[in-house]
């Protein structure tokens, strides 16, 4: 996600130019193959490192969140409390040790890179395809396009996600699972002799949550560029002598509120979405309709909000950093000026 900018590269294999405060996209036309993959991977490396850095930022409160939204037995007791998060992560660092808190975060690395770099990638090309001219602007295409670029990712990188979680659901201290250890584990799981198909146990939700998420994240960060933009602000919001360059103040304003607006919407379909990838765990698969049931028969609707306390804490600095990355590394790497 990204300026801090989600805007189009300038680059030499990209016919793009920017009129007013718009970045106006362009299919590429250079016939010169190698150009295309060069710029494809740029984009995908400045996309994948800002995706590992927001992600290693706020690595510990993910773990616990994750704890939160399963009802994990052993931390339940902290996730109604207004200090349940500082609880929780005394009691991981008393009872396992610091590196407890970042569980799970080498596979999360190993899932980010490729997620945020195609996430990235796909929303400048599904840009310049669907907003090809000032006059094609508008909110829903921004928030078809951003939804277009997660579901892409989020399908492509979703079994990474799943180890992920199992790894930070689970507490034990001796003989603690790897990545590779849990991805067999899951892949054997169920009847038969094995299915890739249990690597996307809960794919389901997780598409139907990430389509407003990535949406109302671009969406809501693009707007926000670009009223930070505005005459009225830029003054304060440009970097000197630029016309469209933003400081890293507004930058990582711009990710931060996106996060927020966008954590607070999907957040829902997120607990359903986590309770099934650790069902087998606990109490069985069940499906989307019986999961929310049940959340719900436990809860009521606070169920479904368990932990986006630390979600509001945990995402501001995880989008705001990956935005803000994301526009360092284009600028290292020679995609914008």
């Avoid at 016939?31 to 706020?58: P, W, Y």
Wanted: hydrophobic share 40%; with cysteine.
């Amino acid at each position: 996600m990204k300026d801090t900018g989600i805007s189009a590269p300038i680059a030499t294999d990209l016919s793009t130019k920017t009129e007013g405060s718009h970045h106006v996209y362009r299919i590429p036309k250079s016939n010169e193959d190698s150009q295309n993959l060069d710029f494809a991977l740029r984009n995908g490396l400045a996309g994948g490192v800002a995706g590992c850095a927001a992600k290693t930022i706020v690595a510990p409160l993910e773990r616990i969140r994750i704890l939160f939204q399963t009802s994990h037995s052993e931390f339940v007791q902290y996730s109604t409390r207004w200090d349940g998060l500082i609880k929780a992560a005394r009691d991981i660092r008393t009872s396992y040790g610091i590196p407890a808190l970042f569980k799970g975060h080498s596979a999360s690395l190993v899932r980010v890179f490729p997620y945020a770099g195609i996430n990235f990638l796909a929303y400048e090309h599904f840009r310049a395809a669907f907003i090809a001219s000032p006059e094609k602007e508008a909110p829903w295409r921004r928030f078809l396009c951003g939804s277009m670029a997660g579901a892409t990712s989020s399908l492509v990188t979703y079994p990474l996600e799943l180890i992920r979680t199992r790894l930070a659901f689970e507490t034990v201290q001796k003989n603690p699972s790897s990545w590779v250890g849990i991805s067999k584990k899951i892949y054997f799981e169920g009847a038969g002799n094995g299915s890739l198909l249990n690597l996307y146990c809960g794919i389901t939700p997780t598409m139907l949550g990430i389509l407003p998420y990535a949406g109302t994240s671009f969406l809501t960060h693009d707007l926000l560029r670009d009223w930070l933009r505005s005459p009225a602000l830029a003054p304060y919001t440009l970097e000197a002598p630029s016309s469209t360059r933003l400081t890293a103040v507004a930058q990582l304003s711009c990710g931060a509120v996106a996060g927020i607006i966008a954590q607070t919407i999907s957040y829902p379909i997120d607990i359903i979405r986590r309770r099934m990838q650790v069902g087998n765990v606990v109490n069985g698969q069940r499906g989307i309709l019986e999961t929310a049931q049940c959340i719900f028969l436990e809860r009521g609707v606070r169920g479904f909000y368990v932990g986006l306390t630390i979600g509001y804490v945990k995402m501001a600095p995880m989008v705001a950093t990956s935005f803000y990355v994301y526009d360092r590394m284009k600028r290292y790497l020679g995609l914008i000026e």
